[in-house]
């Protein structure tokens, strides 16, 4: 399944007024990166990906329809599958959106 068109451009809009925004086609979904750093994306599997702080992690992944991302069968601390029903209303994905953009902002440029 391709990612969600809808949801992307959302994420688009959500993310219009940050610096060095780019698009990039990642793991069957739309990834967002601010100055290079992956932020979040529009999953290929309905959702969002978002990229957060590992310390708050445990605290994200209690909530209901969200869950840590797997990759080649390890938990990724540090990014977190947010179910589409976690994100249907704009309020909720713009939460979501701005938490991975403000974690990539403490980032380092690349």
């Given at each position: 399944m391709?990612?969600?068109?809808?949801?992307?451009?959302?994420?688009?809009?959500?993310?219009?007024?940050?610096?060095?925004?780019?698009?990039k086609?990642?793991?069957?979904g739309?990834?967002?990166?601010?100055?290079g750093?992956?932020?979040?994306?529009?999953?290929?599997?309905?959702?969002v990906?978002?990229?957060?702080?590992?310390?708050?992690s445990?605290d994200?992944?209690?909530a209901?329809?969200?869950?840590?991302?797997?990759?080649?069968?390890?938990?990724?601390?540090?990014?977190?599958?947010?179910?589409?029903?976690?994100?249907r209303?704009?309020?909720?994905?713009?939460?979501?959106v701005?938490?991975g953009?403000?974690f990539?902002?403490t980032?380092?440029?690349?």
């Amino acid at each position: 399944m391709a990612y969600d068109e809808q949801l992307a451009n959302e994420i688009r809009e959500l993310l219009a007024d940050q610096g060095a925004v780019t698009e990039k086609r990642m793991f069957g979904g739309l990834a967002f990166l601010l100055h290079g750093h992956m932020a979040v994306a529009a999953s290929r599997r309905g959702g969002v990906l978002v990229r957060v702080n590992a310390a708050e992690s445990a605290d994200l992944v209690a909530a209901s329809g969200v869950e840590r991302m797997v990759m080649g069968g390890r938990e990724m601390e540090n990014w977190l599958y947010v179910d589409p029903n976690q994100v249907r209303t704009r309020r909720d994905l713009a939460a979501w959106v701005e938490r991975g953009a403000a974690f990539a902002a403490t980032l380092s440029p690349k």
